[in-house]
């Protein structure tokens, strides 16, 4: 029904920058929230950022500043923008999208696969 593809990931030096994408593709009427979380290695899946269908957007304390979500509402994409990287954001990142689909009663929600950030130090 709804398939979320992440791109962009990588290795970078620390100090370094990385964009992230995702493109939410299918069946899909309406996208509201978007978002993008993270699981270190060893470690529980956390939120990142997260950006409303009207552009709010809110992000965890240790991104806010170096981290910058964004969406393209007539691609059904949505992009994080990793600035000032530190060898702590090194992780797998997941997209996440709440969507409701053609035919839809309501919105479900739906995960990426993943895409490997990995910053040296």
């Known amino acids: 029904q709804v398939q979320l593809v992440e791109s962009g990931g990588g290795l970078v030096q620390a100090g370094g920058s990385l964009r992230l994408s995702c493109a939410a593709s299918g069946s899909i009427f309406k996208i509201y929230a978007m978002g993008w979380y993270r699981q270190p290695p060893g470690k529980q899946r956390e939120l990142v950022a997260r950006i409303q269908s009207g552009g709010s957007t809110n992000y965890a304390d240790s991104v806010k500043g170096r981290f910058t979500i964004s969406r393209d509402n007539a691609k059904n994409t949505v992009y994080l923008q990793m600035n000032s990287l530190k060898p702590e954001d090194t992780a797998v990142y997941y997209c996440?999208?709440?969507?409701?689909?053609?035919?839809?009663?309501?919105?479900?929600?739906?995960w990426g696969k993943g895409t490997l950030v990995t910053v040296s130090s």
């Open positions: 996440n999208a709440d969507v409701v689909v053609v035919g839809g009663v309501g919105g479900m929600n739906y």
